[in-house]
Structure formats: structure tokens, C-alpha cells
């Protein structure tokens, strides 16, 4: 990644803004957003970064009009491209990642007039856009799930007593699986029984392709071994003090979450079960891109995507 002030120096006004996304969304010439059309598609000269597709099946007689950002996170918003990729660099940079009254403060100020919720919908934009996942995992992978949210027993007992909840019911389950070559996916979960469990892994594993998978002994992995779709499956058993066997060990899937909960605890202090999966792809993405000298480029290219 770059440093701030060649962000600044490479995205001076919005101009230059508008140059990059139209380098990034169509490096071929303008597409439709709407029919994908691209013979068809004309420049307006007197509006600067708009075109018109005049499609028979798009835009009718008139045409459709759109314009760089249409279909794009950053479609009927006033904030300038230029501070919406400020946000995105502030997001890449953090490794625990940051929250959305930091990314306020120290991109308009604490006496700006900008209000908060500004800051909160780009910064969650950002999230929604970051939804590459990297599968089929191949290789040695380790699977684990866990999750995340306060325990009931941590509250108080006349409100713990009226949501009725105990144990786990007020934590959110989630599964990941790594590739020991690096790359990670992560989803939230409604339950952690065997059919979510099996159904996840034989989803992002490349059956021809892997070598191993490396799960604890829950009972919902029990039927990845078995069976005419049978996948090298090894047990780390955990409730024994077993952790590492040889190369038959859940470390690396576990210093992910370890991650994330420890973004969670410190940069966001709390965050709800309904945009849980915007942070996991936050942490996701740019753990899989940590090497990739081009993730910023890859960001702003599937905005629009």
C-alpha cells in the first residue's frame, strides 16, 4: 500500500477520482450498468463522466443515462470521491481495523458539520464491497467455527431474566476455513448443527484439489470423511489437550478469529448480529490481500460489481 500522501498526490480533486474509477469499472470503454450494453453506448459532451445507452431494450427512445458512479456504493451520495477514497484507504491500513466516529474525527474534523452517520454509511459501504470471497480453497485447509457477542451471564440478572437467555443465546456463530497458502473465508452461521457445518465445508473446498482438512472434534464435521464423497479428513481433539498433531492443527483459522474478536473488542466494542457479516468481510478481505501491492486498485475495480 501506499503511503497517505501519495493517496493524495495520485487523487488530488475529483477529476482525478473520476479518471481512476472509470480506468477500474471499464478499462474497455463505458458498459451499460443496466443491459451491459457497450456498442451502443455514447459519451455526453456536455456532462463530463455521464454516457448514454440507447439500447432498443434499455433505455426505450430517450435512452438510459448514467454516469461513472451509477450502480456503483457510491450512487446518490454528495461525498466527494476524493474523502470516499480516503475512507477506503483508513479501512486497508488497519489491521484490527477502525471505527466509523475515528474515520469522522480524522477525516472532517471533530467540529465538522458533517454529521456521523456520514462517516458510519460509507465506512459500512466499504464493508458491503468487500464481498470476494476466495474459494475453492485448496491444499491443507482448517476449518473452525466460533462465536462472537457477549455471554449472558455477563448481565445483569432482571434483564438476562426477561430475554430468558442463558449460556450462548446472546452470541452470533460464525465458520471460517483457511488454506495454509494463506487465503481465508468466513460467514455468519444460524446454528452450528451438521448439515450448515458439511453443507459450508464441501462448499469452499476444491475436492480434487485438497490434501487435508484439519477440524476439532465437533460432532457436526463427522460425515466429511465418509461416504463415496469422502474428504481427507483429520481430528485435532481439543477436550483432550491435543492441539498439535504433526501438520494436524487449527492454529492458523485460529489466530483469524482471534483477530477479528480482538477488532471487535477494541476498535468497535460492540457489533450487531445484522452487519456481523459486513465486518467478516472486512477482516476477510483484507487478510487474503495482505501481500496484494494492488489492493486498493481491486477495491474501487468491484464497486461496482
Given at each position: 500500500m501506499q503511503s497517505i500522501d501519495a493517496l493524495d498526490r495520485e487523487f488530488p480533486n475529483e477529476i482525478a477520482c473520476q479518471l481512476f474509477l472509470v480506468e477500474m469499472r471499464w478499462p474497455d470503454g463505458a458498459t451499460c450498468p443496466r443491459c451491459g450494453e457497450k456498442e451502443r453506448v455514447y459519451a455526453l459532451k456536455a456532462r463530463p463522466f455521464h454516457w448514454l445507452c440507447?439500447?432498443?431494450?434499455?433505455?426505450?427512445?430517450n435512452g438510459y443515462r448514467f454516469s461513472v458512479i451509477t450502480h456503483t456504493i457510491f450512487e446518490n451520495t454528495k461525498v466527494p470521491l476524493k474523502l470516499w477514497f480516503k475512507v477506503a484507504y483508513?479501512?486497508?491500513?488497519?489491521?484490527?481495523?477502525?471505527?466509523?466516529?475515528?474515520?469522522?474525527?480524522?477525516?472532517f474534523g471533530e467540529d465538522s458539520g458533517s454529521a456521523y452517520h456520514t462517516s458510519w454509511y460509507m465506512v459500512m459501504r466499504w464493508r458491503a464491497a468487500m464481498k470476494g470471497e476466495a474459494f475453492p480453497l485448496t491444499g491443507?485447509?482448517?476449518?473452525?467455527?466460533?462465536?462472537?457477542?457477549?455471554k449472558a451471564q455477563n448481565m445483569h440478572a432482571s434483564k438476562r431474566k426477561r430475554l430468558g437467555l442463558v449460556g450462548t443465546k446472546t452470541k452470533v456463530a460464525g465458520i471460517g476455513a483457511i488454506a495454509r497458502r494463506?487465503?481465508?473465508?468466513?460467514?455468519?452461521?444460524?446454528?452450528?448443527?451438521?448439515?450448515?457445518?458439511?453443507?459450508?465445508?464441501?462448499?469452499?473446498?476444491?475436492?480434487?484439489?485438497?490434501?487435508?482438512?484439519?477440524t476439532d472434534e465437533h460432532s457436526g464435521y463427522r460425515l466429511l470423511g465418509e461416504g463415496p464423497d469422502a474428504l481427507p479428513h483429520e481430528v485435532v481433539t481439543h477436550s483432550t489437550g491435543e492441539y498439535v498433531r504433526g501438520v494436524v492443527h487449527t492454529q492458523n483459522i485460529e489466530?483469524?478469529?482471534?483477530?477479528?474478536?480482538?477488532?471487535?473488542?477494541?476498535?468497535y466494542h460492540h457489533v450487531s448480529k445484522a452487519y456481523l457479516p459486513l465486518y467478516m468481510n472486512e477482516f476477510s478481505w483484507r487478510f487474503n490481500n495482505r501481500?496484494?501491492?494492488?489492493m486498493f486498485a481491486d477495491l474501487v475495480q468491484g464497486v461496482g460489481k
Open positions: 440507447k439500447a432498443p431494450d434499455c433505455g426505450g427512445r483508513l479501512v486497508l491500513i488497519s489491521k484490527k481495523g477502525i471505527g466509523a466516529l475515528q474515520i469522522h474525527r480524522t477525516i491443507e485447509i482448517e476449518v473452525d467455527e466460533t462465536f462472537v457477542g457477549g494463506g487465503m481465508v473465508v468466513a460467514k455468519v452461521i444460524e446454528n452450528t448443527d451438521t448439515p450448515t457445518l458439511d453443507k459450508f465445508v464441501r462448499r469452499v473446498v476444491d475436492k480434487d484439489k485438497v490434501d487435508l482438512i484439519v489466530n483469524f478469529w482471534s483477530l477479528l474478536k480482538r477488532g471487535i473488542m477494541g476498535s501481500k496484494n501491492p494492488s
